[in-house]
Nanobody, 128 residues
Framework: QPQLVESGGGLVQAGGSLRLSCTVSEVTFSNYAMGWFRQAPGKEREFVAAISMNSGTTKYADFVKGRFTISKDNAKSTTYLQINILKPEDTAVYYC?????????????????????WGQGSQVTVSS
């Protein structure tokens, strides 16, 4: 089964940017659709962004408002989440998730229960 490892989190000032990476091993990455979720202290995990297996479809949570970009590089077996104009309310642990995508290569899921594989999480802290 796939192994997911996130990186790129850290402490950032409000208004700054960072890029989270999620590298997937042990499987053929091009067969997988990917998602990003986050969990802030005291809150439930929430959907952030998703991309279909063929990268043709992306989906974002309403709060993203153009600040986040999800992408997928099959050659590097990595999915990215670019976050711009960071806000203190973006502080959370960010998780990447994977699901087999070739049944519907255009489908990007916003539902956590549709992802059987998860990374360990990467902490993002935004200071005001």
């Amino acid at each position: 089964q796939p192994q997911l490892v996130e990186s790129g989190g850290g402490l950032v000032q409000a208004g700054g940017s960072l890029r989270l990476s999620c590298t997937v091993s042990e499987v053929t990455f091009s067969n997988y659709a990917m998602g990003w979720f986050r969990q802030a202290p005291g809150k439930e995990r929430e959907f952030v962004a998703a991309i279909s297996m063929n990268s043709g479809t992306t989906k974002y949570a309403d709060f993203v408002k153009g600040r986040f970009t999800i992408s997928k590089d099959n050659a590097k077996s990595t999915t990215y989440l670019q976050i711009n104009i960071l806000k203190p309310e973006d502080t959370a642990v960010y998780y990447c998730a994977a699901r087999i995508g070739f049944i519907n290569s255009d489908y990007a899921s916003e539902f956590s229960y549709e992802y059987p594989y998860w990374g360990q999480g990467s902490q993002v802290t935004v200071s005001s």
